[in-house]
């Protein structure tokens, strides 16, 4: 009976140095920095709630904590801003471009849990946006501790369960995609669903389920498909009330950790888009793929 527990103490071993040996990897990457223009400030401020940079990094930018577990382990987003404790001061454009493009630090390792497939979808007119806000956030002074990879995460990562670490992802050499127009259209709702990380939540086929990696408390994510068992049957109306006021059309609500509170902030033809392309995505049942 001894066996079973000194495989198991093995395989997490194993899972631990797999992991740590990723993180310690260093990534060469060809920098597009894009012009940052104070005047594009507002849009950035616009775009990054849109990606839901707040609900890692806090409300005011300042620093924040998606995920705090004694098992699993803490992700803990850093202050953006050039307070006291801030990163905001020390990081040039191209630090900017490299860590929100392609997920990685300055000396080329990776950050953890950096939605960086999403936000490589940003154009360079996008991302120059971004770095205009960031520019422009007031100061906040606190300190953010380092987020830890614990057990549980360093074995959902080397099993390729969740995306730890995004910058493995990436083309590193890519060029930036170009610009999307704007509007209600289909072409910009799926644009929108990406930069938005809902995929991250709720899958790549956007079909939900139980959400790897998650602390066990976590109800899952919501099929988002136009499927019986999503969205089907929805209306336009009912899609809205729900990104806005958190409510299904049941009238239950939405749990909060689902952001509705960014998506509250959207205009009413990025909603539009965002419906008009979920109607486009291919039906599955709840979890499946």
Not at 11 to 29: F, I, K, N, P, S
Not at 252 to 258: C, E, K, N, S, Y
């Amino acid at each position: 009976m001894l066996a079973v527990p000194l495989l198991l103490g093995a395989g997490a071993w194993t899972a631990v140095r797999v992991t740590e040996g990723r993180l310690d990897r260093h990534y060469e990457a060809t920098l597009v920095v894009p012009p940052v223009r104070a005047e594009d400030a507002a849009r950035g401020m616009y775009l990054m709630t849109l990606a839901k940079c707040g609900v890692c990094h806090g409300a005011d930018f300042g620093g924040g904590t998606l995920m705090d577990e004694p098992l699993l382990g803490s992700i803990h987003g850093p202050n953006l801003t050039t307070g006291a404790g801030g990163i905001g001061g020390a990081r040039t454009d191209a630090d900017l471009t490299r860590a929100i493009r392609h997920g990685l630090a300055p000396d080329g390792r990776p950050l953890i849990a950096m939605p960086t497939r999403e936000h490589a979808a940003f154009s360079n007119g996008e991302l120059g946006a971004v770095i205009a806000a960031l520019r422009a956030l007031p100061p906040v002074d606190r300190s953010s501790p380092p987020s830890r990879v614990g057990l549980g995460l360093a074995v959902f990562c080397a099993l390729d369960q969740i995306e730890l670490i995004g910058a493995e992802l990436v083309d590193h050499a890519a060029a930036p995609p170009a610009e999307v127009p704007p509007g209600p259209t289909v072409v910009w709702g799926g644009h929108l669903a990406r930069i938005g990380s809902c995929h991250d939540c709720h899958g790549e086929h956007l079909s939900g389920g139980a959400m790897a990696g998650a602390p066990p408390d976590w109800p899952d994510a919501s099929n988002l498909t136009p499927h019986v068992t999503g969205l089907a049957g929805w209306t336009e109306e009912e899609f809205y009330r729900a990104l806005r006021e958190g409510v299904r059309p049941d009238g239950t609500a939405i749990d909060p950790r689902m952001p509705w509170a960014y998506t509250a902030k959207m205009t009413d033809d990025d909603l539009r888009a965002i419906y008009l392309y979920l109607l486009t995505v291919p039906a599955r049942p709840s979890g499946q793929g």
